[in-house]
C-alpha cells in the first residue's frame, strides 16, 4: 500500500512539473506577442531588382485570447521620395518564443525570428528566410516617427540607385504609388486580408543575397 500511494504522489509530481513547465512557455509566448503588438519602422531589408528600400513600416494585430497569433501588414517604401510603396499582408503566431511570419501568396518571404531582442522601444535581430538570414532593426512607430521616422529624398541614395537606368519606369512600380492619402502618418487600422493584396504586386525579395 506504502508503494502505491509513493507511485501515485510520483505521478503527481511529474504532472504538476509538466503543467508548470508547459504555463511557463505560454506565459513566456504571450509576453513575447504582448511587445509585439503595435507599429514599428525602419529597416527590414527588403529589395526590388537589386534596389533596397528605403524603409519599411511592419503592424502586427493580434487576434483571438492572448498575444501568441494575430495578423500584419508590411510597407516598404522605394522611389526617389519614398513615396513608392509595395505591401505584405501576413499572419504570424508565437511559440517557444520563436516568430513565425507566413505571407500571404508570397510564401518566399516567409521566415521565423528566434534570434531576436525586444522590448517597448525597439525590436532588432535577425530573420531567417527560406534563402538566407538578414538582420533588421526597428523603433516604435508611436515613440519614435516624429523625431527620427522619414524615407524620403537623399542624394547620395538617389544618384546611386535611381539615376540612368534605374528610373520609376525601369523598376515598373507604377502601380504602387502612393494613394492620395499619407499612409506613413495614417498606419491601417484594421487587420489585413489576402483580398487587399494587390494581384500584380512584382516579387519583392529580402536580403542583400535575394536581392540581386
Request: charged share 25%; net charge negative; aromatic share 18%.
Amino acid at each position: 500500500m506504502k508503494k502505491l500511494y509513493a507511485n501515485i504522489a510520483f505521478m503527481s509530481l511529474l504532472l504538476i512539473t509538466a503543467f508548470s513547465l508547459t504555463s511557463c512557455e505560454i506565459d513566456r509566448d504571450e509576453n513575447v506577442g504582448y511587445y509585439l503588438q503595435g507599429h514599428w519602422f525602419g529597416d527590414l531589408d527588403m529589395y526590388y531588382d537589386g534596389i533596397p528600400a528605403r524603409g519599411s513600416d511592419i503592424i502586427f494585430y493580434p487576434e483571438g485570447w492572448g498575444y501568441r497569433k494575430g495578423t500584419g501588414t508590411q510597407i516598404d517604401y522605394y522611389g526617389r521620395y519614398g513615396n513608392t510603396q509595395v505591401r505584405h499582408d501576413f499572419s504570424y503566431y508565437v511559440e517557444n518564443e520563436v516568430i513565425h511570419l507566413r505571407f500571404y501568396g508570397e510564401s518566399d518571404l516567409d521566415c521565423t525570428i528566434s534570434r531576436y531582442g525586444l522590448n517597448a522601444d525597439n525590436f532588432w535581430g535577425t530573420i531567417d528566410g527560406r534563402y538566407s538570414s538578414t538582420d533588421f532593426r526597428l523603433r516604435n512607430y508611436d515613440r519614435y516617427w516624429e523625431s527620427e521616422g522619414y524615407y524620403g529624398y537623399d542624394y547620395d541614395y538617389d544618384r546611386r540607385y535611381y539615376g540612368g537606368y534605374y528610373t520609376k519606369q525601369a523598376l515598373n512600380l507604377d502601380a504602387f504609388n502612393a494613394p492620395e492619402s499619407d499612409t506613413l502618418n495614417a498606419p491601417a487600422t484594421r487587420a489585413a486580408t489576402s483580398q487587399d493584396t494587390i494581384a500584380s504586386q512584382p516579387k519583392a525579395t529580402r536580403g542583400v543575397n535575394q536581392g540581386k
